[in-house]
Nanobody, 115 residues
Framework: QVQLVESGGGLVQPGGSLRLSCAAS????????MNWYRQAPGKQRELVAA???????NTADSVKGRFTISRDNAKNTVYLQMNSLKAEDTAVYYC?????????WGQGTQVTVSL
């Protein structure tokens, strides 16, 4: 079965950086677009970044210029490099893969930006 496992979250000060990883298994990873979402307390889950199977990435306006999405098909892994972090980036971050009508999600990794 499809499994997505995120890692790399943690506590970081404003202005700091983190790199999130999401390792996929049980699927031919290289054929699928991959997404990163986040959900802050009391807010809806929002799309942060997406990368096509061909490697073209896009980011939400709220993180543009600060976050970069990338993938390594040899490792079945998608990354989210987060720089210049702000308090409002605090959230649980989830990776997502959509196969037809089915959405697969990882367990999430907590990112907290605070002094």
């Amino acid at each position: 079965q499809v499994q997505l496992v995120e890692s790399g979250g943690g506590l970081v000060q404003p202005g700091g950086s983190l790199r999130l990883s999401c390792a996929a298994s049980g699927i031919a990873f290289l054929f699928y677009d991959m997404n990163w979402y986040r959900q802050a307390p009391g807010k809806q889950r929002e799309l942060v970044a997406a990368i096509s199977a061909g490697g073209r990435g896009n980011t939400a306006d709220s993180v543009k210029g600060r976050f970069t999405i990338s993938r390594d098909n040899a490792k079945n892994t998608v990354y989210l490099q987060m720089n210049s972090l702000k308090a409002e980036d605090t959230a649980v971050y989830y990776c997502n893969l959509r196969q037809g009508n089915i959405d697969y999600w990882g367990q999430g990794t907590q990112v907290t930006v605070s002094l």
